[in-house]
């Protein structure tokens, strides 16, 4: 992203330039329906920088939508009560890819993800949290073998990078790995890799307070309630006891986001699967550990049992597919599990023999219940947009570059049509 000068001046620019009630002159809006304008078009005038929005959730993908708003030349304010990136997205794996995900067109949109992680990545110099390493991966019998060889076929025929290795070149890829045997194929990903989320979020908020945005946290940040008017949203309550107004408010709250759909009285629901009962499937549990001796993990592995991909300060992250835990897991259960992944990974990878665990937590995974995203106006709520994924960390960059050109031209991407909040409307 670039900056440009002046920020203060283009957001007192674009507050002028509304009538003072929240919407720019001569914007009808009792002809909302499905959460956009129906029949009328709104005033030429109304683009991206003569405009003010608030983003609620600054986990992923609401940095990175708050960022690019603040660019365009938006006035934007960033809400979360916890803090940037304090959510899921600092607790994530945080690998992008499109490895394997459906349908088709699920796919591709997660394939774009990965090349507007890489544009942005280069308008900020290759920034060192962007990680574009390879990812790994092998089966532990011949039925999971053959599986992954369909796999790499179908993703390889849909032009995504993808392509079986002999356990030497993958060796070679990764000094620091074991391999079983006899030694299996093993498929490679050249296109995938990982982010780093604290310096990611961290990079991203920073440049959107350059461009003028405003970040407002604990109190400030937790949104308790809406202002509307007619069915139309028109701005947010805050725990501090603040009234803060908006052309159009963007909720970007993961887990949180169906409890905020119904403070403003929406008329579709916003299914995610369970997370807050015990056997919630939603979480899911994160373990650091390390110092790795001799070579360390530079890609990410995804081993029979344990996934794993490099971090900081020579620790490795590792999550397994088996690890069932929930927000009421005992904290002797969370630790059993840890040393488990850590037992697991020291079989992939020698010099984790010496670590020890360093840390570990549980993380709410926001995923719709059909598994797909719910990105658009909310139905019943005009003014205020949803946009809450399982794949925030892929889609994040391309999901924000969407989202703002539909709020900018009221055009909705045609990439996006699958996955409106409509489809759960009874």
């Not at 074991?178 to 296109?191: I, N, T, Y």
């Not at 919630?280 to 110092?291: C, I, N, R, S």
């Amino acid at each position: 992203m670039t900056h440009r000068p002046s920020p203060a001046a283009r957001q007192s620019s674009a507050v002028r330039r509304t009538d003072g009630s929240g919407r720019f002159p001569g914007m009808r809006l009792d002809c909302w329906r499905d959460g956009r304008l129906e029949g009328e078009q709104m005033p030429a005038d109304s683009t991206l920088a003569a405009r003010s929005y608030l983003v609620i959730g600054a986990g992923v993908l609401g940095v990175c939508l708050a960022a690019r708003l603040a660019q365009a030349g938006a006035a934007v304010t960033l809400l979360d009560a916890a803090g940037p990136g304090r959510g899921a997205t600092r607790s994530s794996f945080a690998w992008l890819n499109s490895n394997d995900k459906a349908p088709r067109a699920y796919h591709e949109l997660n394939h774009a993800g990965l090349r507007a992680w890489a544009e942005l990545a280069a308008s900020l110099g290759q920034p060192a949290w962007y990680r574009p390493a390879g990812n790994l991966e092998w089966a532990a019998d011949p039925a999971g073998q053959a599986q992954l060889a369909t796999r790499v076929d179908r993703l390889a025929g849909w032009g995504y990078p993808a392509e079986l290795i002999s356990a030497s070149a993958a060796a070679g890829l990764e000094p620091a790995l074991r391999l079983p045997s006899p030694p299996p194929q093993v498929a490679w990903f050249p296109g995938e890799g990982y982010l780093l989320t604290e310096a990611m979020t961290g990079e991203l908020v920073a440049a959107a307070a350059r461009d003028g945005a405003r970040v407002l946290t604990g109190r400030a940040g937790q949104v308790t309630g809406f202002d509307m008017a007619r069915g139309v949203v028109r701005g947010v309550r805050t725990a501090a006891g603040q009234l803060i107004r908006a052309d159009a408010v963007v909720c970007c709250a993961g887990r949180w986001t169906p409890g905020l759909a119904g403070l403003a009285a929406a008329a579709s629901p916003v299914p995610l699967v369970p997370w807050a009962g015990p056997g919630d499937t939603a979480p899911g549990l994160v373990v650091q550990a390390g110092p790795v001796a001799g070579p360390g993990l530079a890609r990410m592995v995804h081993a029979p049992g344990i996934d794993l991909r490099p971090h900081t300060a020579g620790r490795v992250h590792m999550e397994a597919p088996d690890a069932a835990v929930d927000l009421h897991t005992p904290d002797a259960e969370l630790r059993r599990w840890a040393a488990e992944l850590l037992r697991r990974a020291r079989q992939v990878v020698p010099g984790l023999a010496g670590a020890g665990v360093a840390g570990y937590r549980v993380c709410v995974r926001p995923m719709p219940a059909d598994g797909q995203p719910i990105v658009g106006w909310l139905p019943g709520a005009a003014g205020l947009y949803l946009a809450v994924t399982h794949s925030g960390v892929t889609l994040g960059a391309h999901l924000a570059r969407l989202i703002s050109d539909e709020l900018g031209t009221g055009t909705p991407p045609a990439g996006l049509a699958p996955y409106r909040p409509s489809r759960f409307r009874g």
